[in-house]
Nanobody, 123 residues
């Protein structure tokens, strides 16, 4: 499933950004659970947040809990990641990912990925 991320950029510490991931499949979110991952230079790709197909269940990495919010908008076929109180350690390429139905948090659980969008947080 083609996925395209947008919304990355440069922001100062304490600022906010909203990423979104767009799917080109009709009624996408009735079939797929979605997630955001990130990868900093020299580090492994790590889980950030996930949402199930219904949008009612969400999971977050401890490092972003209470700062980031994942959601999706069915009519627009978009998934969002609202990132607040950004810190330099949040700097990474952010990827959206999809898998059928059930929510998950491991890289290997997902079989569709976007190309990534860069987020840079300056101190």
């Amino acid at each position: 499933v083609p996925l395209v991320e947008s919304g990355g950029g440069l922001v100062q510490a304490g600022g906010s950004l909203r990423l979104w991931c767009e799917a080109s499949v009709t009624d996408f979110f009735t079939k797929y659970a979605m997630a955001w991952f990130r990868q900093a230079p020299g580090k492994e790709r790590q889980f950030v947040a996930a949402v199930d197909w219904s949008g009612t269940r969400t999971l977050y990495a401890d490092s972003v809990k209470n700062r980031f919010i994942i959601s999706h908008h069915d009519a627009r076929n978009r998934m969002y990641l609202q990132m607040n109180d950004l810190q330099p350690e949040d700097t990474a390429v952010y990827y959206c990912a999809a898998r059928h139905f059930s929510i998950a948090t491991m890289v290997g659980d997902f079989n569709s990925w976007g190309q990534g969008t860069q987020v840079t947080v300056s101190s």
